[in-house]
């Protein structure tokens, strides 16, 4: 039987500035109600100078091996879902590599934007089942506030800077990633994607226009979507596993809009003690929120040794994603 991936540490690279709705205001024409009514966010935090995309992922990486109580040389894949790597090449996950001094692993990232970490954990599962892999850091890292307008209502005040890290082990039995379902539809390249060219107005209010381009995104197209396909992710891996939204212990989305996910807990019939929820504190991380999420989760002991873990995320690609997790 193929040895499935199990979840052995968590680990997270959080910066430590809050930018708050009360910010904001000073900065667009906006107000703490107007921005928690339609997302939810309270907060969000934002990477200062230096803490680029690997040196979060590095944080991350180190606590999730800490406590799983792991050498580093042990992790043969380091896979990362970003889209907002500090170079474009090397991979974040190769800087990353080299941060921890691990000597030789398959290393790379993957650019599914807000699925990056469910795309990930399904890759290193596939790996896994088919030998080649033993042990691998599963990284979300966005560092968002870099492509940010903050002279944008409609954008700056839904993303935040952060990284997650998942230290997977091939293992027998019956606890790990039970199923995955990955779906994309590139007919929707265009409803969010960095776009080069346009102006940005810095947190400082200086304006310029950056060479690495902006987040631009068509809100209302981008919520119908991810309704639809946040439900469809999570129905198509829950009967791929055998399972029903019944026998799910604890639901992890993407932390992208609270009523987004309101809308899924409906459709899944889920009541909010089965589900995580933290975008209050870190608004929408992209990559980085369902392993922050899962992290804080097993802190607070949401998670329990042979609880049946649901993750879905959804964004630009348009891309979307589930994984139907034992823990």
């Not at 708050?20 to 703490?32: C, G, M, P, Q, W």
């Not at 055998?242 to 992890?252: E, H, K, M, R, Y």
């Not at 040794?305 to 979307?320: C, K, P, Q, S």
């Amino acid at each position: 039987m193929p040895k499935r991936a199990v979840f052995c540490g968590l680990g997270a690279g959080i910066p430590e500035r809050v930018l708050s709705n009360a910010d904001l205001e000073k900065l667009v024409d906006t107000s703490d109600e107007w921005i928690m009514a339609r997302t939810g966010i309270k907060e969000r935090r934002i990477a200062s100078p230096g803490e680029e995309s690997s040196v979060l992922c590095i944080r991350a990486a180190r606590e999730a091996l800490a406590q799983a109580d792991m050498d580093p040389q042990e992790v043969d894949l380091i896979v990362v879902g970003t889209v907002t790597g500090e170079t474009t090449f090397p991979s974040t996950a190769c800087r990353v590599q080299k941060g921890l001094g691990i000597e030789r692993c398959t290393a790379f990232d993957i650019g599914a934007a807000c699925a990056g970490f469910v795309f990930g954990g399904a890759i290193a599962s596939s790996l896994f089942h088919m030998g080649t892999h033993r042990t691998a850091l599963v990284i979300g890292v966005e560092v968002l506030s870099k492509i940010t307008d903050y002279g944008d209502r409609s954008t700056c005040v839904l993303f935040g800077d952060g990284a997650g890290a998942a230290l997977l082990r091939a293992e027998d039995g019956d606890r790990g990633i039970l199923a995955s379902c990955l779906m994309t539809d590139g007919s929707g390249a265009d409803l969010i994607q960095l776009s080069y060219g346009l102006p940005k107005k810095h947190l400082d209010g200086a304006l310029e226009t950056p060479i690495h381009g902006t987040i631009t995104m068509e809100g209302q197209e981008v919520f119908r979507f991810a309704v639809k396909a946040l439900a469809d992710a999570c129905f198509r891996s829950l009967e791929m596993a055998g399972l029903t939204p019944a026998d799910v212990n604890l639901f992890v989305p993407h932390q992208a809009n609270l009523r987004i996910i309101r809308s899924s807990m409906e459709k899944l019939e889920l009541d909010e003690d089965r589900v995580y929820l933290n975008i209050e504190k870190y608004g929408n991380t992209s990559s980085a929120s369902i392993p922050i999420a899962l992290w804080e989760a097993e802190r607070a002991g949401r998670i329990k040794r042979g609880d049946i873990v649901l993750t879905v995320g959804f964004g630009a690609g348009l891309a979307w994603g589930a994984n139907v997790i034992r823990w």
